[in-house]
């Protein structure tokens, strides 16, 4: 690609992202969504899911990091595990880091997502073959209806509440979730931002409060989505997300991180305060 | 404004920021620099200095909070408050909220900024007329070698370390700001971005540990930087940023914080591991 290519990432009608293209490496439409694999100059290899970023090489750590460790921390003893959505494989890759891990189920909506992965963007998509992950290409939201195990941790992994994860952020597939979770799990999902749509975390976290006794948001600082300050909300039947987290855990561990570490794990439930403000009475942070 | 007017900044050669602009409200070239004031659809009136955005109405309350309130919530008793730069006045106006502050004097190079902001951008600018600043329109290189006043807190609101801030990122300039504060002062500075540039953030912190016995970085999410994830330095003679912060003195100031809160402040210093690592060895954060 010789001429001067860039990709835009649009805000409402008030704000894009723009980004520097080098090759456009895959470009499909599935039933779902279109999807897009491009290199960049910057940011390394990044998806697209309808025009979205969702991943890049330079800065997946921070939001693969965020949305496992943080439970799976949290959880004294996470065995099993399901994600829903997730198709770069970055959060399984992270999930089954942890030595008490048997196994990681994935309900991945669109083979086209995890196909483009495997073969362009192996960083993310590297573990996704590994024995530990049974990888389901299906819809998560009939899964979780329909599924009679039991999970310690669920992480959904998804896109934006528009396309194919609307219904990831309604209250019959957070009741589903409370139902296939064991009696001390935790949910964590994709929480937004409070910068530019308070009004989808207030709406996602109004659901998990009808389901659990607890919830909560935690912030981790995302380079490439609009804003900078990303979300996940983290939804419990037991546990709260600092006083039950054993720091030590964490050294014990062994593992490296290049975002995760266990200052970080609490400093990341202090919010600024406008987004206190917005959330209150819906979260349980302090 | 009847056309699609969007103004964009770069960075590097590989991102841009794009912003919907209602009416450009003022553009000019001082000595120092371009200067000007957009209204702009989503995020109110923005200050761009050199084509960077400074300062919008929608997010300077995140940038001013955390300039101000984390050194004199850490200082037992700010009387004397120094300010070089922040020409928009957000500062200032964040300063003259604590009740112990008797002066705060402001030294900004650039009238042309001030007196932009004044007319375009009361919301910042509103407290440069109050009787406890003192605006002074002059070099701060300059000022803090000749000044004979002492100050317990100093802050350096600059722009990034191109064009006339330049100086304000050399060991001179912070060895006569050491010998201008008290013998517990702080200084705080623009601290850049870990993800973009840890370049600059290294060469600061290396300045600031050649003159200081105690350097710091602490993090908070800028909605219209590049990265979001913004950083100030916080280097002090005496006190430690959390272990002699009172939170006690938030609560009993009265005051009210669209950002800063007593669990915001020690959080902001649990900084992501990669940028734990690039600073190992030049900050004191743990």
Redesign the interface.
């Known amino acids: 690609m010789h001429s001067d290519l860039?990709l835009?990432e649009k805000f409402?009608?008030?704000?894009?992202?723009?980004?520097?293209v080098e090759n456009v490496l895959f470009s499909g439409k599935s039933e779902f969504q279109t999807v897009d694999v491009v290199e960049?100059?910057?940011?390394g290899k990044m998806l697209l899911n309808d025009g979205l970023v969702m991943v890049t090489e330079r800065?997946e750590?921070?939001y693969h990091d965020m949305i496992a460790h943080v439970p799976l921390f949290v959880h004294p003893n996470p065995k099993n595990v399901l994600v829903i959505g997730g198709g770069d494989g970055g959060t399984a890759r992270e999930v089954i880091r942890h030595s008490s891990v048997v196994q990681c189920t994935m309900v991945e909506i669109d083979a086209m997502v995890v196909d483009a992965c495997k073969q362009h963007i192996p960083q993310t998509a590297k573990e996704l073959e590994n024995p530990k992950v049974n990888l389901i290409i299906g819809d998560g939201v009939k899964f979780v209806k329909e599924t009679t195990e039991k999970f310690d941790v669920i992480i959904v992994d998804s896109t934006d509440p528009i396309g194919p994860a609307q219904p990831l952020f309604g209250e019959e597939f957070y009741q589903d979730v409370f139902n296939c979770l064991t009696e001390d799990g935790i949910v964590v999902s994709q929480g937004e931002s409070s910068?530019y749509a308070m009004d989808i975390q207030q709406s996602l976290l109004k659901v998990l409060n009808k389901v659990f006794p607890q919830s909560y948001l935690y912030?981790?600082?995302?380079?490439t989505?609009p804003?900078?300050?990303w979300s996940f909300t983290f939804a419990s039947k037991r546990y709260h997300p600092i006083n039950d987290f054993q720091a030590q855990r964490v050294s014990d561990s062994g593992l490296?991180?290049?975002?995760?570490?266990q200052?970080?794990h609490?400093?990341?439930?202090?919010?600024?305060?406008?987004a206190?403000?917005g959330l209150k009475g819906l979260i349980d942070n302090?």
Chains 1, 2 share one sequence.
């Open positions: 860039w835009e409402s009608d008030f704000l894009g992202l723009r980004f520097k960049t100059k910057g940011h800065d750590f921070a910068w912030s981790f600082s995302n380079l989505y804003g900078g300050l490296e991180f290049d975002y995760y570490n200052q970080l609490s400093a990341a439930f202090a919010l600024p305060s406008f206190k403000k302090d």
